[in-house]
C-alpha cells in the first residue's frame, strides 16, 4: 500500500521536534506575520533556517502557511516574505486568498503553493482552476463527505495532490471562514487573532425580559450551542486513502509538544501497521485509540465524512486522562534525565512515551541533577531529575501520569 503523508502541526521549534520524532512525514507551521495562528509560538527566519535543515536532512518536509486574507497594503510584504521561504528551501506555501495565490504564482514562481482548506474547495472545477494556475496541492473543504472527495478525485488530474484534515478541533464556522471573533472581541480569525468565542457557554434572553437568561441545557457541564466536536479519523484509514487523499493532516498549532507527539505517534503506528496488513491495523486500533484520549482532545466525532456530523456542537471543554509530566533529556545505563513538566512523586507509576508505543514503570527515586540530592517528590517546571528508567528512551521521549482532575468523558 503506498501510504499518505502524515503531516503534523508545529506551533514552534519544540513541537516541530516532537513530530519529527515521532513519525511526521511533513509539518506545517508559520512566520510571525501571514499564518492563521498569531498567538502560537511560531518561526523566526532564523528558526525556519534551523527547522529547514533539521527536517531536510531527515526526508522531511516543512509547509508555510501564508493564508491570512491580505489587504492590498501588505501584499508587497507578503510576496517578500515567500520569495524568502523559498529561497530558503520551503517546500510549499498554503494560501487562502486568490488574489494572493495568483500574485505569488506570478512573482515568486517556483514557489510550490497548495490552497488552503479555507479557500472552501469543494468541486472539480475550483480544483482544475487551481492545478491549471499552478498550485500543486488541494487541502479540501472540510465539508466533502469520503463519498464526494472520492468522486472529486476520479475528475481531477493524477499530479494535483489532496490533502484533507483528520484529526484535531473543529471550526464552528464554514471551513473556518468565521466572522464571530471579530463581531463580539474585535480579535479577527481570518487574520490569525481568534478569541474562539465559538467556545463559550452561551444563554437564551428573551427581547421583552431583558436579564432574565435561561441556559438551554445540553448537559450537566453547561451549554455550548457552538463549540463543536474534535475530529477523529483514526478508525477510518483504509477509507481515506480509497477516497484518493494523499495527506492526512492534524490540527493544532497552538498546541503542545506532548499533545503533537501522542497524536502523530498513534497516526504513524496505525499507518504503519496498515502497510502491513489491515488485519495488523484493525487489531492495534483499540490500544491507539485509547492513546488519543491521553492528550487534551473535547469528545470526538467524524466530521463530515460521513454526512453531516451529528452532533455537530455540544461540546463542552478539553478532557485528557493523563497528562505530560516530564521531558526526557538523555537516557542511559537505565538512568533517564529528565526536564519536569508536572510534579510527580516516588511511588508513583508513569508511562514512557516514545514512537514504539509506551510503557509504564514505577518511580523508584528521584534526584536532583544539579546537587544529587534525593526528593521524595519534585514540582519545579523546567527542573532537571534523574530518574532510574528501565525501558530504553532518547531525548525527546515524553513521561507521563495519571490527570489527577481527569472526570471521565
Known amino acids: 500500500m503506498n501510504l499518505p503523508e502524515l503531516l503534523a502541526p508545529a506551533g514552534g521549534m519544540a513541537q516541530l521536534k516532537a513530530a519529527l520524532r515521532f513519525g511526521a512525514d511533513a509539518v506545517y507551521g508559520a512566520l510571525p506575520s501571514f ?3 498569531a498567538f502560537a509560538g511560531n518561526f523566526t527566519w532564523e528558526e525556519l533556517a534551523q527547522a529547514l535543515a533539521l527536517l531536510h536532512s531527515q526526508g522531511k518536509r516543512f509547509y508555510l502557511t501564508l493564508n491570512i486574507l491580505p489587504y492590498q497594503d501588505e501584499m508587497d510584504a507578503l510576496k517578500d516574505a515567500a ?26 514562481p517556483d514557489f510550490p503553493l497548495h490552497i488552503s482548506t479555507q479557500a472552501n474547495t469543494l468541486n472539480a472545477e475550483a480544483a482544475r482552476f487551481y492545478y491549471d494556475q499552478g498550485a500543486e496541492r488541494i487541502v479540501l473543504a472540510r465539508e466533502l463527505s469520503l463519498q464526494r472527495i472520492a468522486e472529486l478525485k476520479k475528475q481531477l488530474p493524477e499530479q494535483l495532490q489532496l490533502e484533507a484534515f483528520v484529526h484535531g478541533a473543529m471550526c464552528m464556522s464554514y471551513s473556518g471562514r468565521c466572522m464571530l471573533s471579530d463581531h463580539l472581541t474585535g480579535r479577527g480569525g481570518n487574520r490569525g487573532a481568534c478569541a474562539q468565542p465559538c467556545r463559550w457557554e452561551y444563554a437564551l434572553v428573551e427581547k421583552k425580559r431583558p436579564g432574565e437568561y435561561w441556559p438551554i441545557e445540553e448537559d450537566a457541564r453547561g451549554t455550548y450551542l457552538l463549540s463543536a466536536y474534535d475530529l477523529n479519523m483514526l478508525s477510518h484509514l483504509p477509507e481515506l486513502i480509497n477516497a484518493g487523499i494523499g495527506s492526512l493532516k492534524i490540527e493544532g498549532r497552538m498546541k503542545t509538544e506532548y499533545y503533537v507527539a501522542t497524536v502523530v505517534g498513534a497516526y504513524r503506528r496505525a499507518l504503519d501497521a496498515l502497510a502491513k496488513s489491515e488485519d495488523d491495523y484493525r487489531a492495534l486500533l483499540p490500544e491507539l485509540e485509547r492513546e488519543l484520549c491521553k492528550a487534551s482532545h473535547r469528545a470526538f466525532n467524524t466530521g463530515f465524512y460521513f454526512g453531516p456530523p451529528s452532533p455537530m456542537a455540544g461540546a463542552a471543554g478539553f478532557t485528557q486522562e493523563m497528562e505530560y509530566v516530564a521531558r526526557v533529556e538523555s537516557w ?6 529528565l526536564s519536569l513538566k508536572n510534579r510527580f512523586y516516588v511511588g508513583d507509576t508513569l508511562e514512557l512515551l516514545c514512537p514504539a508505543g509506551s510503557f509504564p514503570f514505577r518511580v523508584e527515586s528521584i534526584t536532583l541533577a544539579d546537587s544529587g ?3 521524595d517528590t519534585v514540582s519545579v517546571a523546567g527542573q532537571h531529575v534523574i530518574i532510574p528508567l528501565p525501558h530504553p528512551a532518547a531525548e525527546g521521549d515524553f513521561l507521563r501520569g495519571p490527570n489527577r482532575n481527569h472526570q471521565g468523558g
Open 35 to 37: 499564518g492563521l495562528r
Open 83 to 108: 520569495r524568502r521561504a523559498c529561497d530558503l528551501g520551503v517546500d510549499a506555501a498554503l494560501v487562502s486568498d486568490l488574489g494572493a495565490f495568483l500574485m505569488l504564482r506570478r512573482e515568486v
Open 373 to 375: 540530592e534525593q526528593r
Open 332 to 337: 542511559q545505563d537505565g538512568q533517564a534525565e
